[in-house]
């Protein structure tokens, strides 16, 4: 779009100046400049951006800077925080027993010490008991919590005392983490996850999966000089939501730190940043189309200034570039407006792979 312009209004200044130098007459050299005015190319994004941010208002975001709508046509990469793809309640991944009992019996062990358990009831030394069963941390590895991306390791203690098992503990997955991931991937020519161990069964979807301590802001910044624009979902990382051209902040359910650094605060839960998502697709279109437009309506209006010499044809020479700018904002309008129609993504159960309802855990 920013193409479009400068060479239509570099265009418009060579052809008016060379009308003038032809005809010596300086009006009809200025209807000419005014004809070849590029109005549509920057209206229709203007349109979709004014149109998104009410929507997305009315949905109950928050726009900390509502300009950064303006952005998304330019979007190419996706960086997603995997921290903001965790859900509250923590989740068994992994078993490995070290007794004599079978794997099948430690997993229903493991899994009955933590049923109706919260991260933050996980989050201290513990131990944790349910009936004759008992979880708690080992002294020979680090200390971690369910949701951080090493997950939580414990060992599984049976009535007798003895260890049975050491088990991975992380978190579960928002319900439409799933659906946010397929929307980045479609949206957006890179999708970049940060390295988490609750999100290894999605890590296979994204371009680059970035190692366990990479600093954030340094990913944005990196992406930046390689080309892209770069829109950037966490919830925790104030810099690096400040650094990318568009950050989207999604708070967390029961969590009351907000990073007030953010273009757009979102949430709880991942529905608003899954529509920002599905915005980006129609934000290049429109911008593109807007753009076409744009060149249409200056190349005709250029035909009939040059060629108009009574008042009637003359007046009518700012008419296609009118016309293009009208039609700019219809559709940008319209692409908005679309990103509300569609329905809600089917919640995914990630402890089943089942959409919510269908036997719920």
Do not use: N
């Amino acid at each position: 779009m920013e193409t479009c312009i400068d060479r239509t209004s570099l265009a418009s200044l060579s052809g008016a100046g060379g009308l003038l130098a032809w005809t010596r007459d300086p009006e009809q050299a200025a209807k000419a400049l005014l004809a070849t005015v590029p109005k549509a190319a920057a209206i229709g994004r203007e349109a979709f951006a004014a149109r998104l941010g009410d929507v997305l208002a009315r949905d109950g975001v928050l726009p900390m800077d509502g300009t950064a709508l303006r952005l998304l046509d330019r979007v190419s990469a996706v960086l997603i925080d995997s921290r903001a793809l965790c859900a509250g309640r923590p989740r068994l991944m992994s078993v490995t027993t070290v007794g004599d009992l079978g794997e099948a019996e430690a997993w229903s062990a493991a899994q009955s010490v933590l049923d109706r358990r919260t991260l933050r009831e996980l989050s201290d030394e513990g131990p944790r008991t349910r009936g004759a069963w008992r979880l708690e941390r080992p002294h020979d590895i680090p200390a971690a919590i369910p949701a951080s991306p090493l997950a939580l390791t414990a060992d599984l203690h049976g009535e007798d005392g003895r260890r049975q098992a050491r088990v991975r503990i992380g978190c579960e997955l928002d319900p439409l983490a799933d659906a946010v991931v397929a929307a980045a991937r479609t949206g957006a020519r890179r999708l970049v996850l940060t390295g988490h161990a609750s999100t290894d069964e999605i890590a296979p979807w994204a371009d680059e999966l970035l190692p366990l301590g990479t600093s954030l802001p340094d990913t944005v910044r990196r992406l930046q000089i390689e080309g892209h624009g770069v829109l950037l979902i966490s919830g925790e990382d104030d810099e690096a939501l400040g650094a990318a051209d568009l950050g989207v902040a999604v708070t967390a359910r029961g969590e009351s730190r907000v990073c007030w650094s953010a273009d757009l605060i979102c949430g709880p839960g991942l529905l608003h940043a899954w529509r920002v998502l599905r915005a980006l697709e129609d934000a290049r279109s429109v911008s593109s189309r807007s753009a076409r437009l744009s060149m249409g309506g200056s190349a005709l209006g250029a035909l009939i200034a040059a060629a108009g010499t009574r008042p009637a044809v003359a007046g009518l020479a700012t008419s296609p570039v009118y016309s293009a700018a009208f039609l700019a904002v219809l559709g940008g309008i319209s692409a908005a407006r679309r990103v509300e129609r569609p329905p809600r993504p089917r919640p995914v159960s990630a402890a089943t792979g089942m959409p919510w309802g269908r036997g719920r855990p």
